[in-house]
């Protein structure tokens, strides 16, 4: 059952790469708006799929506490099923500031390459101001961003702790953040490399504004935003 959910899997991530050609032609002759507006369906078709196929049966509380204007979403991770559920979830249109490694992997490599993400070289910090700047640039032009500010997937379940300077896309923006918490994607994946179904939660918590904080406020946002997830994960428990 397992192999022939993979081939399935396979042959939809080739037909999603094809849709690259679309992308780049829709980029040379419409622009770059078009051309992301596209991408975000090829995105959010994609999602759906890939929910489907692990058989992900996804509960969201909190979707009340999305404000209407563009937002910064900011959450723990503990699986590469993560994107698809936060994009389902959110029921927006959602750009990820993702590691450079990303690039490499087949397929997702290229939309995120080529639409509004932004891929980060943890090594070199001078690319992280970079991938800050671009990423508000992004935000200011009404593209919903999402950062892991783990650093990477949390293979224990806990929430570790957030890379300094995680915030400042939201900050330097003004842009709302929407704290999420999300448990059970690593049992559906990750845990053991096969699509098992299972039960999915994702919190969202209350927004936090960024547009009037102090500077005291400021230095204090991160484990502010920290604490929050853990305590919607608590909820999810």
């Not at 919903?144 to 783990?150: G, R, S, V």
């Not at 102090?214 to 935003?225: A, D, G, Q, R, Y």
Request: charge should be positive.
């Amino acid at each position: 059952m397992q192999i022939f959910k993979f081939i399935k899997y396979g042959i939809y991530m080739l037909f999603v790469r094809l849709k690259g050609i679309k992308f780049k032609h829709i980029y040379k002759t419409k622009g770059e708006e078009e051309a992301f507006k596209y991408g975000q369906e090829v995105f959010r078709k994609w999602s759906e799929f890939t929910i489907k196929m692990t058989g992900m049966n996804i509960e969201v509380k909190g979707y009340e506490n999305i404000p209407k204007e563009t937002c910064t979403f900011i959450g723990n991770h503990k699986s590469i099923l993560d994107i698809p559920v936060l994009k389902h979830a959110s029921k927006r249109d959602v750009g990820f500031i993702a590691k450079k490694e990303v690039l490499k992997i087949p397929v997702l490599g290229f939309w995120v390459a080529n639409m509004n993400c932004v891929a980060l070289d943890r090594s070199n910090p001078r690319d992280a101001i970079k991938v800050i700047a671009k990423g508000v640039d992004y935000l200011k032009k009404g593209h919903n961003m999402a950062i892991f500010p783990e650093g990477t997937r949390s293979k224990d379940g806990e929430v570790h702790e957030f890379k300094k300077g995680s915030m400042k896309l939201a900050v330097k923006a003004k842009a709302p953040i929407v704290p999420f918490s999300i448990d059970g994607t690593s049992k559906c994946f990750e845990d053991n490399r096969k699509f098992i179904p299972g039960k999915v939660t994702i919190v969202f918590g209350k927004p936090i504004y960024t547009a009037s904080l102090t500077k005291e406020e400021e230095k204090s946002l991160t484990e502010k935003v920290r604490n929050e997830v853990i305590k919607n994960m608590i909820k999810v428990d």
